[in-house]
């Protein structure tokens, strides 16, 4: 364990360490490339003066709120398209078709319909997760080998029951990745948003990067990115990474 | 020590199969999987369907199960029309059809929790009895991926042995194991089946598993599903699936399913 970590450590610590080499070199300009101490005094910077604090809370809230609501809507119509043909031939269609439009495509209709807002960002977010949710927990569902509902069945489980304590859990892997995509589409989603939907409702971390660019603030830009990756990176390891090893456990999948 | 069961009145019917016919539909199918096929099951009697895939053995068993209803013909269990699964009538499948998602306790309650007016301690109690009936106790904890396939096999035994059916359904359910797990199984079912006088429905495709375990063998031959021919095996308990007593059996019955398997083909 300590080894691991070492060893991911020494990794970002000799990556930093190129970059200041580069940086040395002097074959960009310091505008383009900033040395990873000017990055690290905007973040502090930023940090201290609060806008950094204030953007990650205003883009992670929107963020979840978002997420939350794909989750809410995509997981039972998923379910839906799994258990009916007719439900299968028209949302789920629908879903497949709409999953791959990329969920900028959404912005221009978010503006025109709720105008700068909130509620068009939340609709772009929403937009942008739903449809790879659906398709993932419709798959999850689907791939449950049919002998653990006959097993249930000659139990007597049957309808609710059925679904609630075989068809669920056992589609529980595949809805956990499928959420996983998720967040990452909700991610995606929700920085195109920021970009275009300027609101004074609340200033984005995407915000934040938008304004590094038109300032020409180069550590601006490349912390506020750091910041993004980070986020992505903390949401992984602490909400999926330990369900995701539950399972693994339960399983016997489990990647030593 | 010997004990020789007919289907006679002397025993009360558990099952009754009254022609029964079934087809399947596929779009570019349509197949008879049983044939005018009538059976009485007598209560606490151990009785093995052999034949080759494809013969209807299954389907027998999901009907009897209420998994499926027959096309044709009536399936009765203790004199009433079977219309649904139930839990007097419980499967066991030839793959563990344990769920991955709970533990091996948790999988022997599965069944014990649909059983209405049981408590949770009861339902605990008949779990732990069950698993220690066929040696898992100690596993009870554990995930069902970290036990052995005979092991699985077991837990699987005990899940459909906890809501206490008076009827069980087994579909090859040691098909998938080796020779020596095999033969500790039939000594464990034996020993259950003597025990809590179950009425046993084993479906098969191994003649000399079926010898050692049921007191009456049916030969089914497929295409469609048909029942030709049935033996009684009055051999003592517990039985040795190496005794020669039972080679005898199962030489006469294999000559008898290859005569007419072979002229199937053939004709």
């Known amino acids: 364990m300590i080894a691991r970590w070492a060893v991911a450590s020494l990794f970002f610590v000799c990556l930093i360490g190129i970059w200041q080499l580069v940086f040395n070199t002097q074959i960009w300009s310091p505008l383009l490339l900033p040395s990873p101490s000017s990055v690290m005094l905007y973040l502090w910077s930023a940090v201290e003066d609060g806008t950094l604090w204030e953007a990650t809370l205003v883009t992670v809230r929107r963020l979840l709120l978002g997420y939350g609501l794909g989750i809410l809507i995509g997981l039972p119509l998923g379910l839906l398209t799994a258990s009916f043909r007719w439900s299968q031939d028209t949302i789920g269609v629908l879903a497949l078709g709409l999953q791959t439009l990329p969920s900028v495509c959404w912005v221009p209709l978010a503006l025109l319909w709720f105008g700068q807002t909130e509620a068009a960002m939340l609709f772009v977010v929403v937009m942008g997760t739903l449809w790879s949710l659906i398709i993932a927990t419709d798959t999850g569902v689907r791939t449950i080998p049919p002998i653990y509902s006959r097993a249930a069945r000659s139990m007597g489980s049957s309808g609710f029951h059925t679904w609630t304590h075989v068809k669920l859990p056992a589609a529980l892997p595949f809805l956990l990745s499928g959420m996983k995509q998720g967040w990452a589409f909700a991610w995606r989603s929700l920085m195109a948003a920021e970009i275009y939907v300027t609101i004074l409702t609340g200033f984005g971390l995407r915000h934040l990067l938008h304004y590094g660019r038109e300032l020409n603030a180069m550590d601006q830009v490349i912390g506020v990115m750091l910041v993004i990756v980070l986020i992505g990176l903390a949401v992984d390891k602490t909400l999926f990474a330990p369900v995701e090893r539950l399972l693994h456990r339960r399983w016997g999948t489990a990647r030593q | ?267």
């Open chain 2, 1 to 267: 020590m010997e004990r020789l069961v007919s289907s006679t009145d002397a025993v009360p019917t558990k099952l009754v199969l009254e022609h029964v016919s079934k087809w399947f539909r596929t779009s570019s199918l349509h197949v008879q999987a049983l044939d005018d096929v009538t059976l009485r099951i007598a209560d606490g009697e151990f009785v093995c369907l052999v034949g080759p895939s494809g013969c209807g053995k299954s389907t027998l068993l999901n009907l009897i199960a209420g998994l499926d209803r027959p096309d044709r013909g009536t399936v009765q269990g203790d004199g009433q029309t079977i219309s649904g699964p139930g839990p007097h009538r419980l499967m066991m499948f030839q793959e563990a059809a344990l769920f991955p998602w709970l533990t091996v306790l948790g999988n022997v309650l599965f069944g014990l929790k649909l059983v209405k007016g049981l408590r949770a301690s009861e339902c605990r109690e008949k779990a732990e009895y069950f698993l220690e009936l066929v040696g898992l106790k100690r596993f009870m904890h554990s995930n069902v991926h970290e036990l052995s396939g005979g092991m699985r096999q077991r837990v699987a035994l005990a899940r459909s042995l906890a809501p206490n059916p008076s009827v069980l359904l087994m579909d090859e359910p040691f098909g998938a194991l080796d020779a020596l797990t095999r033969e500790q199984l039939y000594g464990d079912i034996q020993r259950i089946w003597s025990q809590h006088r179950k009425t046993i429905v084993f479906v098969t495709h191994n003649v000399r598993e079926a010898v050692c375990l049921g007191d009456r063998v049916i030969l089914f031959s497929p295409n469609p599903g048909r029942i030709r021919e049935e033996f009684s095996i009055p051999l003592p308990r517990p039985r040795d699936i190496n005794s020669v007593d039972l080679a005898r059996y199962s030489t006469e019955i294999t000559r008898v399913l290859k005569s007419y398997v072979h002229s199937e083909v053939a004709g």
